[in-house]
């Protein structure tokens, strides 16, 4: 089993939809998780850290449920912009290596 | 503030050849990563650097793959011999302390190898 799991979509959404994204993660112990967005041929940015108390910066919310352990990105309003690929990352236990899924990949249409 | 600086930007090879990235982290890092991208994956990481000691190399290919980090600054990454499997991004990551775990990376824009 991969240590981070995403649907790699793709996920075709018209402007102004709310679509989410879970991944999964297998390493309990990890202390901290993030979202990070990349454009085509571009490198990863991070897009925000994933808090256990969830937490939302604009149109995006993140959220992490420990129990089932996954992560999950909401996305409200699409815009065209919004289109790119999102990658969920796991924190080691110590250091700050990152443990990447596969990504997700998001077309938001007119 | 200069991000990570990551050099050549694309790079064509044929298979069997050597090739080296080089990598310059935002200055004051002290750790240094170095990712591989195969298209349609997420990043993986080949190689971790906390100053010029190597934290994690349980993912890099040693039998082709080696890395160095002089002086606890700059890194350069080198395949030799390259093989097909390894045409991907190349990505290169620094962060400020590497010493917990919700630290911030940073990435630089890659190199693109491709092996013919």
């Not at chain 1, 129990?67 to 690929?85: E, G, M, N, P, V």
């Not at chain 2, 302390?97 to 491709?114: H, I, M, P, V």
């Amino acid at each position: 089993r991969k240590e981070v799991e995403q649907d790699p979509g793709p996920f075709n959404v018209p402007e102004g939809a709310t679509v989410a994204f879970n991944c999964t993660y297998s390493n309990s112990a990890s202390q901290s998780f993030f979202w990070y967005r990349q454009d085509c041929r571009k490198e990863p940015k991070l897009l925000m850290s994933v808090y256990s108390s969830g937490n939302e910066d604009g149109r995006f919310t993140a959220q992490l449920n420990r129990a089932s352990q996954y992560i999950s990105l909401l996305i409200r309003d699409s815009k065209l912009s919004d289109s790119a690929t999102y990658l969920c990352a796991q924190g080691g236990t110590s250091y700050g290596k990152l443990t990447f899924g596969q990504g997700t990949i998001l077309t938001v249409h007119p | 503030e200069a991000g990570v600086a990551q050099s050549p930007r694309y790079k064509i090879i044929e298979k069997r050849q050597s090739v080296a990235f080089w990598c310059n982290p935002i200055s004051g890092h002290a750790t240094l990563y170095w990712y591989q991208q195969i298209l349609g994956q997420g990043p993986k990481l080949l190689i971790q650097f906390q100053n010029n000691g190597v934290v994690d190399d349980s993912q890099l290919p040693k039998d082709r793959f080696s890395a160095e980090r002089l002086k606890g600054v700059d890194s350069t990454l080198k395949i030799q011999p390259a093989k097909l499997e390894d045409s991907a991004v190349y990505l290169c990551a620094s962060s400020p302390t590497g010493g917990y775990a919700n630290e911030k990376l940073f990435f630089g824009s890659g190199t693109q190898l491709s092996v013919l």
